[in-house]
């Protein structure tokens, strides 16, 4: 399975842009997807989940902001990204588990993902 992501780009804080994540190779729906998100100097962060059954979570820094979506498309996912700030700035990585795998009770930094993308850049301009 390849998920690869797109969307990424420049935008002036306040702004808004919106991240898709495709995956190929799999012909049947994934389970538990979600988005993160690594700074330079910085630790990769979990911002947000959704699993199969549409339920999501989102970390307390883009709750409001961001949201994260399915789309109609097997293996789609979406994170439409609005009032950026500059502390966004970030590559953004799509990952995903296996038919069957849910999100779960795990925290968002946890969830083991089986799958990952190789991440589209966001920078915010102040």
């Known amino acids: 399975v390849q998920l690869v992501e797109s969307g990424g780009g420049s935008v002036q804080s306040g702004g808004s842009r919106r991240l898709s994540c495709a995956a190929s190779?799999?012909?049947?729906?994934?389970?538990?997807m979600g988005w993160f998100r690594q700074a330079p100097g910085k630790e990769r962060e979990g911002i947000a989940t959704?699993?199969?059954?549409?339920?999501?979570r989102y970390a307390d820094s883009v709750k409001g902001r961001f949201t994260i979506s399915r789309g109609n498309a097997e293996n789609t996912l979406y994170l439409q990204m609005n009032s950026l700030r500059f502390e966004d700035t970030a590559m953004y990585y799509c990952?995903?588990?296996?038919?069957?795998?849910?999100?779960?009770?795990?925290?968002?930094?946890?969830?083991?993902?089986?799958?990952w993308g190789q991440g589209t850049q966001v920078t915010v301009s102040s």
């Open positions: 990952a995903a588990r296996r038919i069957g795998y849910g999100c779960g009770s795990y925290s968002l930094q946890s969830v083991p993902f089986d799958y």
């Open positions: 190779g799999y012909t049947v729906s994934l389970g538990c």
């Open positions: 959704i699993d199969i059954a549409g339920t999501t």
